[in-house]
């Protein structure tokens, strides 16, 4: 989080083990909000959003943990977890070299990477990394108000993945506001109900695993002032769908990359940096799709391994000239402490409205 309103507004939220005290990082950030309330009313057509948790900015997106996990298990209805067997280890070695230092084996042993036209140089790499940065920045430049219907399951995995319990399915809304920071254009994500309500995520017992901000989450790496802080790989080509896409390889440095998610967990935080490929349509230079896991894991944090999918297509809105690359499904994957949990969201029925805003305290203050 870049500010401090944002970084509270989650912090004071995240749920944890109730009998157990939140770490002081949280206590101090509940403190600070208390002391500086706001609302922030959002305005048009039929939506009206008041007290929205913001949770991206400058395409940074979060991850939120609960604790105890026993209530998300024991609320898996699909079928029964069995108790004699836990979820199958993450299949990333990340004692391996990291992904854009693959050798030529272990790329076609990807099954993600089956058919690819491996590439000869990288001597096109500078000119794919120049065409997709320009696309980012008018995606930003030129977004409109959106909002869309957001359908979350959350699954509790077992079994290398292929068994699955069902612990949440909810349906929200989702909105996509941009708006200008720091001289910059980037975009504010909220999450409410049908009614434009902001959600209790402390009331979503079980959902184990809070996963948000994805519709810059994809872009972030390919946004010209952060491709300097990431090592970069042309792999080659290969055809998704009907689209010929240019394969590109990507890993955050660490030590310079400014716009890291972040992963809260019973009173923890921490920064995670990941790695990834990205398949980017060869003629229109827009972000198809993005996968991409953790660099290292953070054992400090109990997080093994993540793994993430982002799908985006073209998306045509009434009053828009041109349609907008945006996601429609996602697939988060977390193994952490011994469970594999999978949140799967789907995004559709997008439309533009119109908004205002303004800052308000909140009655009594």
Not at 128 to 146: E, M, Q, S
Request: hydrophobic share 40%; glycine share 8%.
């Amino acid at each position: 989080m870049t500010q401090d309103t944002d970084a509270e507004s989650v912090c004071s939220r995240v749920g944890g083990d109730p009998g157990h005290r939140k770490g002081a990082a949280f206590e101090n950030c509940a403190q600070a909000a208390r002391r500086r309330p706001y609302r922030l009313h959002v305005v048009g057509g039929r939506w009206v959003v008041r007290g929205a948790i913001l949770f991206l900015t400058l395409g940074m997106w979060t991850v939120i943990a609960r604790a105890p996990w026993e209530s998300g298990l024991q609320a898996a209805h699909r079928k029964e977890f069995p108790s004699h067997l836990t979820p199958q280890a993450p299949s990333h070695n990340h004692d391996g070299p990291p992904l854009i230092d693959w050798t030529p084996e272990e790329i076609q042993a990807r099954p993600e990477l089956r058919r690819l036209r491996v590439a000869e140089s990288q001597n096109d790499l500078s000119a794919i990394l120049r065409d997709t940065g320009k696309r980012v920045a008018a995606f930003f430049n030129d977004f409109p108000n959106t909002t869309c219907t957001e359908e979350v399951v959350s699954e509790i995995c077992w079994a290398a993945g292929r068994e699955c319990g069902v612990t949440f399915e909810g349906k929200f809304r989702y909105l996509l506001v941009p708006r200008v920071t720091g001289g910059a254009r980037i975009l504010t994500e909220y999450r409410t109900d049908a009614k434009g309500h902001p959600i209790d995520y402390q009331l979503l017992k079980n959902m184990p695993i809070v996963t948000c901000g994805f519709a810059t989450a994809a872009m972030r790496t390919f946004q010209v002032q952060n491709q300097k802080a990431c090592r970069f790989r042309y792999f080659g080509r290969q055809t998704l769908g009907r689209q010929e896409t240019d394969v590109v390889g990507f890993a955050e440095i660490p030590e310079k990359y400014a716009a890291a998610m972040r992963f809260f967990l019973a009173g923890r935080e921490g920064r995670l940096f990941v790695q990834g490929l990205a398949w980017i349509d060869a003629r229109s230079h827009e972000i198809l799709r993005v996968r991409s896991n953790l660099l290292a894991p953070r054992l400090d944090l109990g997080l093994e391994e993540m793994t993430t999918q982002i799908d985006l297509s073209a998306i045509h809105l009434r009053g828009t000239s041109a349609p907008l690359r945006l996601p429609t499904k996602v697939v988060v994957e977390v193994w952490l402490g011994h469970h594999h949990i999978r949140n799967i969201h789907a995004y559709s029925h997008f439309q533009l409205f119109r908004v205002e805003s303004r800052i308000s305290p909140m009655p009594g203050e």
